[in-house]
């Protein structure tokens, strides 16, 4: 055993000297000062831009108020990895010493500072995405995103939290430790963009990039009150990510934007789509801009409050509902649809998943302790087949849970043949979903579909080591590929959000076992404990439809109203527990 307590001190070793690192160079990081920093976090990308512009500001006062925050926004949530403070402070000075002699912006983000989730590539800097074996190996080139953005001249200040294997919505591993929600301590940002939500939602960059492979833009921007947008696959440069699974492309990841204002998305995609990086010149992204929409005066929405795996809460319903509510006070039609067969979706996802038993997702984990947070993930592949099948007739025939049981029974390894069924029954899928929700004549077209994120807002630290099964909300339209938004609409109120008599007599057909993990005695719904944690709602798009889900969301926005979400939303006050940042090693 030498040779495992070797690694096992090794592993520590590195910890260490990350941890180490990122404390020096938060220390480049002024202190905040309301007084002289506040003006710079209350404008968006957009106003930065502006008022850059207009030389009332310059790069780098608004960088050293955005650097400020950041380190509050680390020492709150934890939520940072790679820290560039000292050479974004470099770049800012190079940019206003060029804007001072040119009088020429360098791009449409002349001056924002930004942050990327760890898994992009920046120059000279690990992309370890919480892996000790991936430590001290750092970058040689800037991922396609990384470059892009800085050619349009927005400066990079840090690399932000992850889960373990990136197969989560709790962003805790072993090298960073776990974030911690802005808005409440008790809960998780998500994931596996969780940093980059927390982060943003705090006021520590002007705008962030995540990726998208079942959730992980959505969830993170839903749980933590900010605005995200997944494309469909082919709208944004993918290269110089890194991720634990490369080859698994049947579900296929995509980098997106994400921020404090819908505004600010559409800067940024118009920035990103279509832009390839060199290596890429005959790949993805399609070389396709971002194009310009009109709408219709009247738009015609979809919605649903329930997506038939578990029944949406009392607080996910309401964020829905006042959706709808206010579009149709703003003159659109809005009808209740029935959901895409969200279950089949995630019997599909978990199949396709876990056809080689996780293996591959899970080698990199070497001396590193195994997260709680993929235990149900990766359940069904570690069960042996005998055990597996008892306990899957079991919860059909004794327990009644037909939904639990199917989604047991797909997730296990499967030979390679039966990976192609799967993955042709996706496609059949995705066209079946697309026609249903766009397609015939014989009922008026709808703009866009409203959907709930999750079944409940935000879990509390460790809920996702069972409730992984919450993510079929989002990872529905990863299967089918849809471009999906993200806007905030309410917070969790403890007395209008409670489990009335009439919300439980109300259908759901949702799993059993999943909404008594949720909604008992002891479940993971518990509106007073989560009392003003935001609850968003998804806005689905068509097909090739990015720009019209931008311009929807600028409608929804419009029709909700000032709600206390945006830029200058947070302080460090406002976090319910108070800082208590989980860093240790876990």
């Known amino acids: 055993m030498w040779f495992f307590t070797g690694s096992q001190k090794s592993s520590r070793e590195k910890i260490q000297s990350k941890r180490a690192r990122r404390a020096d160079a938060l220390k480049h990081a002024p202190a905040f000062s309301a007084e002289e920093h506040q003006k710079y976090l209350n404008a968006t990308a957009t106003q930065i831009v502006e008022n850059v512009q ?13 650097l400020a925050r950041a380190a509050q926004a680390q020492q709150a949530t934890n939520c940072l990895t790679e820290v560039f403070f000292e050479e974004a402070k470099e770049e800012a000075r ?21 942050s990327v989730k760890d898994q992009f590539n920046v120059k000279g800097f690990d992309s370890a995405i919480g892996y000790t074996q991936w430590t001290d190996k750092p970058a040689e080139r800037d991922a396609a995103v990384v470059a892009t953005l800085r050619a349009a001249g927005a400066i990079v200040i840090a690399k932000t939290n992850v889960p373990q294997t990136l197969l989560a919505f709790e962003s805790c591993n072993p090298i960073w430790g776990r974030t911690l929600n802005p808005w409440s301590t008790a809960h998780t940002p998500g994931g596996s963009t969780g940093g980059e939500g927390a982060l943003l939602a705090a006021d520590g960059a002007a705008l962030g990039v995540g990726s998208d492979v079942g959730g992980s833009i959505r969830i993170p921007a839903g749980y933590c009150g900010i605005y995200g947008l997944k494309p469909a696959q082919g709208r944004v440069a993918y290269a110089g990510s890194v991720g634990p699974n490369p080859g698994f492309e ?21 920035v990103l789509f279509g832009e390839r990086d060199g290596a890429e010149e005959y790949s993805f992204p399609a070389p396709i801009p971002y194009r310009d929409v009109t709408l219709p005066g009247k738009l015609r929405f979809g919605y649903y409050l329930n997506d038939g ?4 809460s009392p607080a996910c319903h309401r964020a829905v509902l006042e959706t709808v509510e206010a579009l149709r006070k703003a003159g659109h039609e809005c009808v209740e649809i029935d959901p895409p067969d969200v279950t089949q979706a995630l019997r599909l996802f978990t199949g396709i ?3 080689d038993g996780y293996e591959k997702l899970t080698q990199h984990l070497g001396p590193d302790k195994r997260e709680s947070a993929l235990f149900l993930v990766t359940l069904g592949p570690r069960l042996p087949s005998l055990v597996r099948t008892f306990a899957c007739w079991v919860i059909r025939n004794f327990i009644g849970d037909t939904k639990f049981a199917s989604l047991l029974a797909h997730s296990h390894r499967i030979p390679v043949r039966k990976y192609y069924d799967y993955v042709a029954d996706k496609l059949q899928f995705e066209q079946q979903t697309r026609a249903s929700l766009w397609g015939g004549s014989s009922k008026p077209a709808l703009d866009a579909v409203l959907a709930p994120v999750q079944a409940i807002p935000a879990l509390p630290h460790g809920g996702c080591d069972r409730l992984s099964p919450l993510a079929c909300s989002t990872l529905v ?14 917070r969790v109120d403890a007395t209008r959000d409670e489990l009335s008599d009439a919300w439980r007599s109300a259908p759901g057909n949702g799993s059993k076992l999943l909404e008594a993990e949720i909604y008992g005695p002891k479940g993971a719904y518990n509106p007073h404990a989560m009392e003003g944690l935001p609850v968003s709602v998804q806005i689905v798009g068509q097909p090739w439809g990015e720009e019209k889900v931008l311009a929807i969301m600028h409608v929804v926005d419009a029709a909700l109203g000032p709600r206390g979400f945006g830029p200058g939303s947070w302080a460090p006050s406002k976090q319910a527990g108070g800082a ?4 240790k090693e876990e």
């Open 250 to 270: 049947a579900v296929r990841p995509v980098a997106g934007p994400m921020g404090r204002s819908v505004a600010d998305l559409e800067r940024t995609a118009r």
């Open 353 to 355: 998943t876990a056809a």
């Open 477 to 490: 339209y990863n299967v089918v590929d849809s471009p999906v938004g993200v806007v905030p609409v309410t």
């Open 580 to 583: 208590q940042v989980s860093d």
């Open 54 to 66: 207009a030389r009332v500001w310059t790069a780098s006062a608004v960088l050293d108020a955005y």
């Open 94 to 114: 190079r940019l206003d010493a060029e804007f001072a002699e040119t009088g020429i912006l360098k791009g449409p983000l002349h001056g924002v500072p930004i």
């Open 309 to 312: 795996v578990v029944k949406g």
